[in-house]
């Protein structure tokens, strides 16, 4: 069984398209997160949820809404995609109850490609 | 501000020879440190972690790291690379109450047969 899964894992589309992103995880945890690595590899939090609420809203455009609609899940909505939001998407999620000290577990990213 | 700094973006060493990856953080707290390796088209994966005790922590597949609180480093260190490990290595700083882990830049480790 896949701890961290994200679907789909490629997602090809066109500017102005919207599109989503869905994650689950089943290892119980509390904390879910979303975060964006560029064509340079950088890693930047975008958003992170505990218990379906949301803690941390990295200044991201609010063309990108977060769903948790329970503690497993944590979908990722992209409104009128542009040019620049072609990266790797990573869900993660945590059992650290904001102590900070959890690892962190990651799916294997969805690569969304805006031509 | 709460930063990570990874000074190589790329290294290259021989298989066999060791590795010591660089690591230096700024943060207010008391951080916690992790590293990650992301091998191509993965998701990252824990090798080690520091929270506290013991300055040297062991991981998985041979890695080891110390913290060093005067230097505000965290290296990774490897005394014998297997051409397996070629991949990128990512140091990650989280504190009590933030929800929020603050990745390095990464490096890139290639390893020559």
């Known amino acids: 069984d896949t701890a961290v899964s994200q679907t789909p894992k490629y997602l090809v589309t066109q500017m102005g398209n919207d599109k989503s992103i869905k994650c689950e995880q089943n290892?119980?945890?509390?904390?879910m997160y979303w975060y964006k690595q560029d064509s340079k590899k950088f890693l930047k939090i975008m958003f992170s949820?505990?218990?379906?609420?949301?803690?941390i809203n990295e200044t991201v455009p609010n063309r990108f809404s977060p769903k948790s609609p329970d503690k497993a899940h944590l979908n990722l909505h992209i409104n009128s995609l542009e040019l620049g939001d072609s990266a790797v998407y990573f869900c993660?999620?945590?059992?650290?109850?904001?102590?900070?000290?959890?690892?962190?577990?990651f799916g294997e990213g969805s690569r969304l490609t805006v031509l | 501000a709460q930063s990570v700094t990874q000074p190589d973006i790329h290294i290259t060493v021989s298989e066999g020879a060791s590795l010591e990856l660089r690591c230096n953080y700024s943060?207010?707290?008391?951080?916690?440190l992790f590293w990650y390796v992301q091998s191509p088209g993965q998701g990252l994966q824990l090798l080690l972690k520091?929270?506290?005790?013991?300055?040297l922590v062991q991981g998985i597949k041979g890695f080891e790291a110390e913290f060093k609180r005067s230097q505000s480093s965290f290296n990774l260190r490897k005394p014998s690379v297997h051409w397996s490990d070629a991949a990128e290595y990512f140091c990650?700083?989280?504190?009590?109450?933030?929800?929020?882990?603050?990745f390095g830049t990464g490096t890139r480790l290639k390893v020559l047969a």
């Open positions: 943060y207010g707290a008391t951080p916690y």
């Open positions: 290892l119980g945890h509390d904390t």
């Open positions: 520091y929270f506290s005790g013991d300055t």
């Open positions: 990650a700083v989280s504190t009590s109450g933030t929800y929020k882990y603050i």
């Open positions: 949820y505990n218990n379906k609420e949301l803690i």
């Open positions: 993660a999620s945590s059992q650290d109850m904001g102590l900070g000290s959890g690892e962190l577990f």
